[in-house]
């Protein structure tokens, strides 16, 4: 039987797989799918709450952060594209010119 | 209707300031002219319906607005028309008309723009004058009394690239402030005291209370508001404004330093009589004032070499006549002798005006003389008002005068009467002096480079020479006194609008006409002095002045009364201002408060960018590590 904790315990999981790979990895559409993983954990949980609770809101939500997603990997490649021309790189630390 | 007769010099003035630059010398002259003739006309028809109306009757009261409306506090922008701001009205419209005519040509020298800004300035006096003296409540009479304020320091100093006459309008403006503080001192507490600041509610308010014994509120209060009229009419203490004031253009002195703005201090009392009869003690200090005003400033006028500062001082001391009318109840002769005293007061200035254009610009006493053939309507003019302000008989100044004195002499001042009898012997011989050393004796070479031209007054400034020739002769005739056969008219006019009932001594025939002998007999024997000193043997006025060197030198400095101020008041300002304000307070404490403020911050920032390290992921993680501790806090809490 699969209960709502079984969902909770993979989103977290999924969670911390996001959260690692955008500390751990250097290039930056890693990064960015790392995001994706974070984001598609938070849905999985709006799901999961949604169903133990009856409820279709947990759904829409999703349909919502699915479509904010969509628009960010947009830009975020988009983003990552002109950086990489100006730069020659994918690497977060070596676009470190807006300090101090 | 009321409106209408501040309104329209208010219009001239906008369209003069509007359109003042591209309008020729005729237009702008043209405009403001019309302006204040008609708001002449409009404040004869008032009047006359004024007049039509039955004696206890005669109030006409105009609310243009609501203006302030707060609390207890309840003021509109209220017009009243009663027989005192008649008598007030007719004379700012008609020898404001009269000056306005005659500075058509003696301005004609300036240029277009400075002709326009010149007869702005004029209409925008009249029409705050105008709001002044129709002004229902304290409120609206102060924005008048400021707004004329505003239009003398902007005349003073009309020729402003000259630096003593910006000077002149500085020192005016800033010694009126001092006294405009104590009036508005004087009229919050009116409001504390009654509730009110409309004149006739107060009027009504204070009837119903006996007179001060002693020192009291009311006292005070009236005391705050004379020290308004000190400031605004040129009395000890704040009388050096008004000889420097001369700096400004003559129809301007005429108008306002002669006529009109100088006399809305003896207009503020007689308006708020019933006030000031119930405080004593005050009336009592304004008599005093005024008399010793009136003695020092004609003491000063007899030495004097410029002659429009020896009218200057001729109108401090007539001011100080009326001051001492007001003190000693005299309400009416007051007024009386303010009315006259426009007309002979704004002749001599417009006469000297004269004498200035033909001369080119020459104001010295000592470069003038013989001028009686070359200048014959001037000098005709002149001899008419210099005679009626000495008080010779039969003339407006000697009614009016002789009214002063002889209900300073009923009211047992015997003192100050005599005071008054003595200013009125200076009146007469500092008046025949200038009369003897323009008019008489022979031409002195004059200092000013350009050839002089001699000329007569010009047209229009020959108009307004003669029309106030005439009112000086026959203004007097409202105000006949019983004893010679006349019914007193303007007093009885005037009665209502003081609210107290006037004292009509009936019985003192005879001491009024010995005093009436007397007071001519005085202003003869002056015009004899003058004659003699300064035609028959004018060596003897230099030997005068040698024998008395000191007292000579005292008054011709004054009596040092600039030195005292500058020295006691100005310097210690002075002083402290850059002393102590500057270089401590301001330079230490408030610019010391505002770096350290900016020091501060940046200090801090400078530790806190380090913070700002450019790495993303640096970000990242001081985003998660916070959301963690956020987090963790309300979970183990």
């Known amino acids: 039987m699969v209960t709502l904790n079984h969902y909770l315990v993979l989103s977290a999981i999924l969670f911390a797989i996001g959260t690692a790979g955008v500390f751990v990895r250097r290039n930056l559409i890693t990064i960015l799918l790392s995001i994706e993983i974070m984001l598609n954990a938070v849905n999985l949980t709006f799901v999961a709450f949604g169903r133990a609770m009856g409820s279709a809101d947990g759904q829409i939500i999703v349909f919502f952060v699915m479509t904010v997603a969509a628009a960010e990997a947009a830009v975020g490649l988009a983003i990552v594209i002109s950086l990489f021309r100006h730069r020659e790189s994918l690497n977060p630390d070596s676009f470190t010119a807006l300090k101090w | 209707m009321l409106l209408l007769i501040a309104l329209l010099p208010f219009v001239g003035f906008l369209v003069n300031v509007g359109f003042g630059r591209r309008m020729s010398k005729a237009v702008s002259g043209g405009v403001a002219c019309g302006a204040i003739i008609a708001s002449f006309l409009v404040s004869s028809v008032a009047v006359w319906r004024l007049v039509a109306q039955a004696p206890e009757e005669r109030v006409f009261t105009q609310q243009v607005f609501s203006w302030i409306a707060s609390g207890d506090l309840n003021v509109g922008f209220t017009l009243r028309l009663d027989p005192l701001s008649a008598v007030m009205i007719l004379v700012v419209t008609g020898i404001g008309s009269l000056i306005h005519i005659y500075s058509t040509a003696y301005m004609d020298q300036e240029r277009d723009s400075e002709y326009a800004r010149y007869f702005s300035y004029l209409n925008l006096f009249a029409a705050f004058m105008l709001v002044l003296v129709l002004g229902a409540n304290f409120v609206v009479m102060f924005v008048g009394w400021e707004g004329v304020g505003l239009c003398s320091y902007l005349l003073i100093g009309f020729w402003y690239e000259k630096k ?152 401090v001391s007539q001011l100080g006549y009326m001051f001492l009318a007001m003190g000693v109840g005299a309400f009416a002769a007051g007024i009386f002798h303010l009315y006259t005293h426009a007309f002979f007061k704004a002749l001599l200035f417009l006469g000297s005006g004269a004498v200035i254009h033909a001369l080119g610009g020459e104001q010295d006493l000592r470069r003038m003389g ?60 500092y008046m025949f002096r200038i009369v003897f050393l323009t008019f008489y004796g022979e031409r002195r070479e004059a200092s000013t480079e350009h050839p002089v031209h001699l000329h007569d007054a ?180």
């Not at chain 2, 009126?176 to 009110?196: K, M, S």
């Not at chain 2, 030495?303 to 009218?311: C, H, W």
């Not at chain 2, 005679?387 to 001042?413: M, N, Q, Y």
Request: no cysteine.
């Open chain 2, 164 to 315: 003593s006459a910006s000077d002149a309008g500085k020192k005016a403006f800033i010694v009126n402030r001092i006294g405009d503080f104590g009036f508005i001192l004087g009229i919050f507490l009116a409001f504390v005291r009654f509730g009110t600041l409309d004149f006739q509610e107060i009027a009504r308010a204070v009837s119903g209370i006996a007179p001060e014994s002693a020192f009291g509120v009311l006292s005070l209060m009236t005391l705050l508001l004379f020290v308004g009229a000190t400031g605004k009419s040129a009395q000890i203490p704040l009388f050096v404004w008004l000889p420097d004031a001369m700096e400004g253009p003559t129809p301007v002195s005429a108008l306002i330093h002669a006529a009109t703005m100088v006399t809305a201090g003896v207009y503020m009392i007689g308006r708020n009589a019933a006030l000031f009869s119930h405080a004593p003690e005050t009336l009592t200090i304004v008599a005093i004032v005024g008399a010793a005003t009136a003695l020092m400033a004609g003491t000063i006028g007899l030495v004097q070499t410029d002659i429009k500062r020896v009218l200057a001082y001729s109108t």
């Open chain 2, 370 to 429: 013989g001028l009686r053939r070359e200048l014959p309507m001037t000098y005709w003019t002149f001899v008419v008002g210099a005679l009626a302000i000495a008080g010779v008989p039969g003339l407006a100044g000697f009614f009016s005068k002789d009214e002063i004195l002889f209900r300073t002499f009923a009211g047992g001042h015997v003192v100050l009467w005599t005071i008054g009898l003595l200013t009125s012997l200076l009146t007469a011989i």
């Open chain 2, 458 to 637: 010009p047209r229009p400034m020959a108009w307004a020479l003669v029309a106030l020739a005439i009112g000086s002769v026959l203004a007097g005739y409202v105000g006949v006194p019983a004893i010679l056969g006349g019914g007193d008219r303007l007093a009885h006019f005037l009665e209502p609008s003081f609210h107290i009932e006037m004292a009509h001594e009936g019985g003192a025939g005879s001491t009024e006409l010995a005093l009436m002998i007397l007071s001519s007999a005085i202003a003869i024997a002056g015009i004899g002095i003058a004659s003699y000193f300064f035609l028959r043997n004018t060596r003897a006025a230099q030997a005068m002045a040698d024998r008395f060197a000191g007292v000579y030198r005292v008054l011709s400095n004054k009596y040092y009364v600039d030195e005292i101020y500058d020295a006691a008041i100005v310097q210690p300002i002075r002083i402290v201002s850059e002393q102590g304000l500057w270089k401590i307070v301001d330079a230490r404490v408030i610019d010391g408060l505002v770096n350290g403020a900016g020091r501060l911050v940046e200090v801090s920032s400078a530790t806190l960018r380090r913070v700002q390290t450019g790495s993303v992921r640096a970000y990242a993680a001081s985003l998660f590590f916070g959301v963690v501790a956020i987090l963790g806090y309300y979970l183990w809490r």
